[in-house]
């Protein structure tokens, strides 16, 4: 199996957290290669004038750690 590295991501929607954590899954396959799996943390909202203006999901990215 060998080593799995994991790093914390915060993606950002206006419109849902799904969103929110597809974006931040989206952004990371950019640059890591190897994704295995993905573990949401917790979700938070922006909000602003008592509305939501932004959903977050704090995601934490496993990959295959290569030498």
């Known amino acids: 199996m060998g080593v799995i590295k994991v790093i914390e991501l915060i993606g950002e929607s206006p419109n849902s957290w799904e969103e929110a954590t597809k974006n931040a899954l989206a952004v990371a396959t950019k640059t ?6 993905i573990d949401v ?14 959903f ?10 290569e030498n």
């Open 32 to 37: 890591i290669r190897g994704i295995v799996g």
């Open 56 to 65: 977050r999901a704090n995601i934490r990215v496993a990959f295959k750690y």
């Open 41 to 54: 943390d917790h979700f938070t909202a922006k909000v602003k004038d008592n509305e939501i203006v932004a």
